[in-house]
């Protein structure tokens, strides 16, 4: 699904975060110490190969609601930007610290011109946020940002299920009406 608010453009899609072959950037939802894991940080380590955890050693570790900037290295995007998520139900207040990771992203991806940023749902795997309640603050953040953007024009929501793919666009199509 697409929706365009004036020259902007959000996108959702159904797909792999590291297999985003259009976007100047791609989002880890990276664990504190910027590490390979399993799930997202797992498929973009795995995919950029070793180089990107040489470049991220020696930025972490990096606490809830922060973000930091790497290149992409074998992935197909020319930067990756790292964000740690609140673990639900631990990192408290929650909300303000996801609203942080997507507010610091925007705000990297600004300051290195980039056009274009795949998000995956943040905090919503292994960190237990409720996909719903994150997918508002993930869409929300996004939209206040919009009138600040000098650089961006596209911002594509990469969902894993199915299931998540619906509530992004349900919340979306919300705003177009
Ligand atoms: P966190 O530790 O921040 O919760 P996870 O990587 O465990 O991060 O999961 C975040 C979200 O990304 C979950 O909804 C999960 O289903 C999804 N996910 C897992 N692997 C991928 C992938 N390769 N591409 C896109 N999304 C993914």
Redesign the pocket.
């Known amino acids: 699904m697409e929706i365009r608010i004036g020259k902007f453009l959000i996108e959702t899609e159904r797909?792999?975060?590291?297999?985003q072959q259009d976007m100047d950037a791609v989002v880890n939802?990276?664990?504190a110490a910027l590490t390979t894991?399993?799930?997202?940080?797992?498929?973009?380590h795995t995919a950029a190969g070793p180089g990107l955890y040489k470049e991220c050693k020696p930025l972490a570790p990096i606490k809830p609601g922060e973000a930091v900037i790497t290149g992409g290295h074998n992935l197909p995007n020319k930067f990756v930007i790292h964000?740690?998520?609140p673990?639900y139900g631990r990192d408290e207040p929650a909300a303000d610290f996801l609203e942080n990771c997507y507010k610091r992203a925007l705000e990297l991806a600004e300051e290195n011109k980039i056009r274009s940023v795949a998000f995956?749902?943040?905090?919503?795997?292994?960190?237990?946020?409720p996909?719903k309640e994150a997918a508002q603050i993930a869409v929300e953040t996004v939209l206040n940002a919009i009138p600040a953007f000098k650089h961006l024009q596209k911002i594509k929501f990469?969902?894993?299920?199915e299931e998540?793919l619906r509530v992004y666009n349900e919340m979306l199509s919300e705003i177009k009406k």
């Open positions: 797909g792999d975060i590291a297999n939802a990276a664990n894991g399993g799930g997202v940080a797992g498929a973009l964000c740690l998520g673990v995956p749902a943040i905090s919503t795997g292994i960190f237990g946020y996909l990469v969902l894993f299920s998540d």
